[in-house]
């Protein structure tokens, strides 16, 4: 039965690319009778530090331009997932991105991310933060999947997603604005100026303002749970005094706000859930409601600015980018689910985290061109992060008891004999680095490219432990008891270095088709983790990935085929797995840490198709087939997790599109867009597919558009999740609490209008 359910799978996805290609078969006559038809849109990426056409990367690229963003309908930088089919976005451990099923997912400080995000050539390493809020004014996004560090400053073993944003453009004035409102009180405001300023200069500015109700409520606060609040903005100072010389100067800032918490499942005690019952809460795998007395809710505010600079010296190409960036990320999320003065878990659950950061890239490229072609560079970031943390917990007894607080709480993030009610962690990830890679083209047809990169890491975390004035958390002053004893080492740090390379030939076989090869390794620093107050350090992580592909266009760039194979080994992957810790009363607590994985394996298949049958219709579709399991996992010789998939990793993954726009003899034109995206099912907790898992679901997006003669204007409609099709974005054991769960504002259905402007 499991053999005959993976073949209609694969026989289902399959067909999502297939039958993309179909309707060109019956239009080739048609594609080819228009000589002032192009075909399809050429894809510019700058992948390799250089502007130049996506076909002719010897890397596996997903790319997704601003403007196909938007008929989506999505808000988010972590909705790429439901755009990008290698992409994956896990919120339960660490907040962070997965490529080929493989990313960090772990909460400490001193661990790096195994995929970068980049914004304007910026890495965003801040912890809790994607350095992103708002999809406003986006060129594009490019995904480049597997080990990346010999072009990019921060090493990635996983890959990095590359974010380009609007320029500004010497001598134009322009302003373009959006407004969208829908159902659940969703609106989603944004603009942007391009001002010019004299000859040589330009400014350009945007800003967005987006929100939505929740998806579930709070019975006894009569909140809505997961609503979402965003706002902010950026600007860009561009100067071109001469022709070998500009500057950007950027600076953004944004605000994020949510009230996402885990909501109950199963498996809580029967007091519990008879509590929950008689509130109206009936706990299950599609429901959002809670009757916690506490709110829960997460407040990212980060802002930062950057400077980057190009001189022509003669042919080559001389760029410097400079960075400062701040973060701050505080939430409270208590874990209770019933009102307080009848049971309560842990009822303070506050942590405040400030992270700050500077950067420095340089590099100089050669022209291209030439039988070698060559880049070099150096790059140093210096990542600071500060937070408090408290959980003061109950584990059961009610906070109140007639009215009257509970006098003594227990200090999970205390330490016996110790006077302090928090933790403090301070954390260090300082790394230095010189790459380099040269290219060369041997024939026309025939190139070799070699990459390296040597990299020092110093990474360094500690554990203190404070006091919190508890009136403005609790109310009130309770007295504090230490869950457990203070580590014996209360300070670790780690150094490490590291050469990484590639080795990437290509071969162009006709002009639109190309074959390549590549052969990279990757590494991540060793870490300094403090869970559970133990001291526990974990070694690097390494990676070796090949992968293979064929990028054509055919029919005059009418069709579109790019297919490639991968594999990636991880050595010492830095993972996460549940485990027990002391509780304070005597009793244990399931909490995760991080450890090395001895080994793990990612391989699979990609592909995507783009079709123009004829002028106006486009179809496309995107597959991806992951199969990322544990190879050696055993954690302190009692727990075997090896043969496990990874977490948040389907098997299977796939999107498909089609747009049409057509024009009127007036000049009144109409655009459609449908999409759809699908993912198979996958769990959230390592080796715990019984109860963390996520069913397959698939997502259809609709968006239709009127544009008025002038085209200054387009109205319409758009539909997310069209057939409201619902899924939980992930499952945790919380220890008594049972199974938890949380939801997303996208498995629901979102029906509304817009209308754009443009001058």
């Not at 039958?19 to 080739?28: I, T």
């Not at 500077?358 to 210096?382: C, K, M, R």
């Not at 080795?503 to 088709?513: C, E, G, H, L, R």
């Not at 997006?701 to 619902?726: I, Q, S």
């Amino acid at each position: 039965m499991a053999i005959l359910k993976g073949r209609r799978r694969a026989y289902l996805l399959s067909t999502m690319l297939m039958g993309a290609a179909l309707p060109f078969c019956a239009g080739v006559a048609q594609a080819q009778q228009a000589v002032d038809d192009m075909g399809l849109d050429e894809i510019v990426v700058t992948a390799e530090r250089r502007a130049e056409s996506s076909q002719k990367v010897p890397l596996a690229i997903q790319s997704i331009s601003g403007e196909t963003l938007a008929k989506t309908g999505y808000t988010s930088v972590t909705d790429l997932q439901y755009t990008m089919p290698g992409v994956q976005y896990d919120p339960t451990q660490g907040a962070a991105f997965q490529i080929r099923g493989v990313g960090s997912t772990s909460f400490d400080f001193s661990n790096a991310k195994s995929v970068s995000v980049v914004v304007d050539d910026v890495v965003m390493d801040g912890q809790r933060a994607n350095g992103l809020t708002g999809l406003v004014d986006i060129e594009r996004i490019d995904v480049l999947m597997g080990p990346q560090g010999t072009l990019f400053g921060k090493n990635a073993t996983s890959g990095v997603i590359a974010v380009t944003t609007g320029k500004p453009k010497i001598g134009e004035t322009s302003v373009r604005a959006s407004a969208s409102f829908g159902e659940h009180a969703e609106r989603i405001l944004n603009g942007t100026v391009n001002i010019p300023l004299g000859p040589v200069a330009a400014l350009r500015v945007s800003g967005f303002d987006q929100a939505y109700d929740g998806f579930g409520r709070n019975v006894t606060l009569d909140r809505k749970v997961g609503s979402q609040h965003e706002y902010g903005g950026r600007a860009k100072l561009y100067l071109e005094p001469s022709d070998g010389f500009n500057l950007m100067l950027s600076g953004d800032y944004a605000y994020h706000w949510d009230s996402s918490v885990r909501t109950p499942v199963s498996g809580q005690p029967a007091a519990v859930t008879a509590i929950l019952n008689e509130l109206g809460v009936f706990p299950g795998p599609k429901s959002a409601d809670t009757a916690d007395s506490s709110f829960g809710e997460i407040t990212t505010e980060e802002w930062g600015t950057s400077l980057r600079m190009n001189a022509k010296l003669g042919d080559l190409d001389l760029t410097s980018i400079s960075a400062y960036r701040v973060t701050r990320y505080d939430n409270a999320t208590p874990a209770n689910l019933t009102p307080t003065d009848r049971y309560a878990y842990i009822p303070f659950n506050n942590g405040y985290l400030d992270t700050e950061k500077v950067s420095q890239e340089i590099h100089l490229a050669s022209p291209t061109g030439g039988f070698v072609e060559w880049l070099v560079g150096g790059f140093y970031n210096d990542l600071r992060a500060r937070q408090i943390q408290l959980q003061w917990a109950t584990l059961g007894a009610p906070l109140y008891a007639n009215g009257v607080p509970r006098p003594t709480l227990i200090a999970l993030t205390g330490a016996i004999g110790v006077d302090a009610n928090a933790s403090l962690f301070d954390a260090q990830n300082e790394t230095m680095a010189a790459f380099g890679q040269v290219k060369f083209n041997v024939t026309p047809r025939l190139s070799l490219t070699l990459g390296g990169r040597y990299t020092h890491d110093n990474v360094s975390q500690s554990l203190g432990f404070v006091n919190v004035d508890p009136v403005p958390v609790a109310g009130y002053t309770p007295s504090f008891v230490g869950s457990s004893a203070a580590p014996a080492i209360d300070y670790g740090k780690v150094s490490g270095n590291n050469f990484s390379y590639r080795i990437a030939p290509q071969f162009q076989v006709t002009d639109n088709v190309m074959l390549y090869a590549s052969y990279s390794t990757g590494y991540k620093p060793a870490g300094i983790p403090f869970l559970g107050n133990k001291y526990a350090p974990y070694r690097d992580e390494t990676v070796k990935a090949w992968q293979a592909g064929i990028k054509s266009e055919w029919f005059g760039r009418r069709l579109r085929l790019n297919v490639d194979i991968f594999r990636s080994d991880f050595k010492d992957f830095q993972a996460t797995i549940l485990t027990k810790i002391p509780d304070g009363a005597g009793g244990l607590i399931d909490a995760t840490v991080i450890g090395n994985a001895g080994g793990l394996r990612t391989q699979g298949v990609e592909g995507n198709v783009a079709v123009q049958p004829f002028r106006g219709l486009t179809l496309s579709g995107a597959l991806s087939y992951t199969d990322a399991k544990f190879t050696d996992y055993v954690y302190n010789a009692t727990t075997n997790y090896t043969g496990s998939r990874l977490t948040n990793s389907p098997e299977w993954a796939g999107t498909a599109a089609i747009d049409y726009e057509t024009e009127f003899g007036s000049g009144f034109g109409v655009r459609a867009h449908a999409d759809y995206a699908y993912r198979s099912e996958y769990w959230t907790v390592v080796g715990q597919p019984a109860y963390s898992n996520v069913p397959a679901y698939g997502l259809v997006n609709t968006r239709l558009t009127f544009a008025l003669p002038d085209k200054k204007v387009e109205f319409g409609v758009y539909a997310r999740n069209l057939f409201d099709t619902y899924f939980s974005t992930g499952w945790q054991n919380y220890g008594a609490l049972g199974l938890l769960h949380y939801t997303s504002a996208n498995a629901r259905r979102t029906v509304g209008g817009f209308v754009n402007v443009s001058f």
